[in-house]
């Protein structure tokens, strides 16, 4: 059996030494580089911690990992369901971050850590594009520089990667290092390291490991010597999906309110492979949704540097993340609100991009040109969206203003440890470092949630926070609450509204409007 050829096959065999330039100079500079951004980023998360900025998506790992470090191993998450931590997508590599919640108990460092992961996955992307530069290049030393300049550019520049390190906290940013460096080190042939690399993308959950399957089909098609490998990765990613989605441990992919319209005869139990053979069953579906995003998805890939699309490398990586995407109900996933969940893509496409700039260089001048011209106009369009679009990221979060936040700030500081608190989604993410929590948000309905504690705190805004339940759903809760609960009102201020509750004997649940079962 041989894989499936492709330009980057013609790369098996690289320049021969005495033929090859000087080694690239690039990797400092790249590190100044990226080291700036850092520094930005980081900037970035302190301004949006400050605002309270963090939603029910920060909530759900700050919850558990604040258990996990006071040693309840198997945390009871409170945000979307109540149901144990891992059977949101069995995300194990929450623990070992867990063992730092010493350092800072209030969930920033989850921030830090997060802009850290990404800046090194980029900086593994462009010593990949440095080592593909010096063993592949057929030009000269000037180009192969422009070109590596061109990828550090793409790289930094991505606007995409600054909004993925705006919106809370994600494990997608560690699952993307992780696989990055398991491809890398599976494309130099060093097993024992891309076998370990490949354990810990893994180790970031169902979702998150989805991206193995892209990067090992791409080894198939553009490295023939490690083929089996990445037949390897691919179907042990595949296999862990599977696995753990039949033990139950993938609740939070919500196959059936997202995908439910494939196959609306399977009801709640709606598995993986019934969504696969559901878009078989009805390509006129998958087409529609395909249509209603196009201009989503094109946004996304230009601001990665375009032409990586046309590598093996890349093109598998994009199908195998954004036909999920496309996919999916919901038309924010493929929107910048949601770039954190197909960050390779922005990674592998610099990276693809320089494999097809390599094999264009060895063709002959002609197509060296031809390269060079699309090469400056990937470089142009990722230049554009980038200007149009970095500037936006931290003011789309931070819907909670300075005022806001100082009210915010001494609500945290006041509400005991012990209370159970329901916050509007905008700003929930910092209340979050307690058993019981609850996010007032989308959908909006009555619904009921546990009462386990003698004070239940609310502290909800119709005006304040990056919201997603309409207004009209946040006063009928304020009313009942107000009324019905007869809860005392603490604080009105700055457009947060501030309730406790002392729930009689025998009440053992709460229902409200937009109340998040």
């Given at each position: 059996m041989?894989?499936?050829?492709?330009?980057?096959?013609?790369?098996?065999?690289?320049?021969?030494?005495?033929?090859?330039?000087?080694?690239?100079?690039?990797?400092?500079?790249?590190?100044?580089?990226?080291?700036?951004?850092?520094?930005?980023?980081i900037l970035q998360s302190v301004h949006i911690y400050d605002r309270f900025s963090l939603t029910s998506d920060f909530a759900l790992f700050y919850q558990a990992w604040h258990a996990i470090s006071g040693g309840h191993l198997d945390p009871t998450s409170t945000i979307y369901?109540?149901?144990?931590?891992?059977?949101?997508?069995?995300?194990?590599?929450?623990?070992?971050?867990?063992?730092?919640?010493?350092?800072?108990?209030?969930?920033?460092?989850?921030?830090?850590?997060?802009?850290?992961?990404?800046?090194?996955?980029?900086?593994?992307?462009?010593?990949?594009?440095?080592?593909?530069?010096?063993?592949?290049?057929?030009?000269?030393?000037?180009?192969?520089?422009?070109?590596?300049?061109?990828?550090?550019?793409?790289?930094?520049?991505?606007?995409?990667?600054w909004w993925t390190t705006a919106f809370d906290f994600h494990l997608e940013v560690f699952a993307a290092l992780f696989a990055l460096l398991a491809v890398r080190s599976a494309w130099h042939r060093r097993w024992v390291r891309a076998a370990a690399w490949t354990a810990l993308t893994l180790s970031c959950g169902t979702v998150e490991s989805v991206v193995l399957v892209g990067l090992g089909a791409g080894l198939v098609v553009s490295r023939r010597a490690v083929w089996r490998q990445g037949v390897a990765m691919g179907a042990a990613a595949v296999a862990w999906l599977l696995a753990l989605d039949a033990a139950g441990f993938d609740k939070g992919s919500q196959l059936y309110t997202l995908y439910g319209y494939l196959d609306p005869a399977a009801g709640t139990n709606l598995s993986i492979s019934q969504v696969a053979l559901g878009a078989l069953r009805h390509p006129h579906l998958v087409w529609g949704m395909a249509k209603e995003k196009r201009t989503d998805l094109f946004q996304t890939?230009?601001?990665?540097?375009?032409?990586?699309?046309?590598?093996?490398?890349?093109?598998?990586?994009?199908?195998?993340?954004?036909?999920?995407?496309?996919?999916?109900?919901?038309?924010s996933v493929v929107q910048p609100e949601a770039a954190f969940q197909v960050l390779p893509v922005y990674l592998v496409f610099p990276v693809g991009g320089v494999l097809l700039l390599c094999w264009l260089s060895r063709r002959g001048r002609p197509w060296r040109l031809a390269g060079g011209l699309v090469g400056v106009a990937a470089l142009v369009e990722a230049v554009v969206v980038a200007v149009v679009w970095i500037p936006r990221a931290a003011p789309y979060f931070v819907r909670t203003d300075d005022a806001a936040a100082k009210v915010l700030d001494g609500i945290l500081a006041r509400t005991p440890a012990g209370a159970e608190v329901i916050a509007s989604n905008g700003f929930v993410g910092r209340f979050a470092g307690r058993t019981w929590v609850y996010a007032l948000e989308e959908?909006?309905?009555?619904?009921?949630?546990?009462?386990?504690?003698?004070?239940?705190?609310?502290?909800?805004?119709?005006?304040?926070?990056?919201?997603?339940?309409?207004?009209?759903?946040?006063?009928?809760?304020?009313?009942?609450?107000?009324?019905?609960?007869?809860?005392?009102?603490?604080?009105?201020?700055?457009?947060?509204?501030?309730?406790?509750?002392?729930?009689?004997?025998?009440?053992?649940r709460l229902t409200l409007p937009g109340l998040s079962p």
């Open positions: 041989t894989p499936l050829a492709s330009p980057e096959a013609d790369l098996e065999e690289p320049v021969p030494r005495h033929r090859r330039d000087t080694p690239i100079p690039w990797n400092a500079l790249a590190l100044v580089v990226l080291a700036a951004q850092l520094v930005w980023l369901r109540t149901n144990p931590y891992l059977e949101n997508h069995f995300e194990l590599f929450l623990y070992p971050l867990a063992l730092l919640e010493w350092i800072d108990p209030s969930g920033f460092i989850l921030l830090l850590l997060s802009d850290l992961a990404v800046v090194v996955a980029e900086l593994v992307a462009f010593a990949w594009v440095s080592e593909i530069l010096a063993e592949h290049w057929g030009g000269g030393r000037p180009s192969r520089d422009l070109v590596a300049g061109g990828a550090l550019v793409v790289l930094a520049l991505d606007p995409w990667i890939m230009a601001g990665a540097g375009l032409i990586g699309l046309a590598s093996s490398l890349g093109l598998a990586v994009a199908v195998v993340l954004f036909v999920p995407a496309v996919l999916n109900a919901q038309l959908p909006v309905g009555g619904f009921s949630v546990p009462v386990r504690s003698h004070t239940v705190e609310f502290v909800l805004s119709y005006s304040q926070g990056l919201e997603t339940t309409p207004k009209a759903t946040t006063e009928a809760a304020i009313g009942q609450i107000e009324h019905r609960l007869h809860a005392r009102h603490t604080v009105s201020a700055a457009g947060i509204e501030v309730f406790v509750w002392h729930p009689p004997a025998g009440v053992r």
